[in-house]
């Protein structure tokens, strides 16, 4: 397992992906859940720099730890802000047009739906969201 330990401002995403990154170019995968996964790090790395700490900036750990049987990537987020769980929303009605939708939660839904597993729990005054992908 690797951390990342780094101030949660959307400036530092380029530095969390390669993070992230490093990891996944260990596995044999292809570049459809490479994206996938670079897609998911990105949706909730920025939530957390948005919204976490508002109006101020705080820390942010990523920890991301390669699985060899079955091959799997696990990536784990985790923020001492405001304590939000993203998995309590109800996904947005796709079936409804841009306009007649509501603004905001298609990025969680579009982590559901290409992570096989994530999870969220506050313990320790500490947000904690866990994603994790088979390879």
Known sequence: MR?????????????????????????????????????????????????AYKPDTGPATVRVEVEKDPPAISITFIDHGIPYDPLAKEDPDITLSAEERGIGGLGIF???????SIEYEYKDGQNILHIRKLI
């Open 110 to 116: 579009m982590v559901k739906k290409s992570m096989d």
């Open 3 to 51: 951390e990342l330990n780094i101030e949660a401002l959307v400036e530092n995403l380029d530095q969390v992906l390669q993070f992230v990154d490093e990891e996944i170019e260990k596995l044999e995968c292809s570049v459809k859940i490479h994206t996938q996964i670079d897609i998911a790090v990105e949706e909730l790395f920025v939530n957390i720099a948005h919204y």
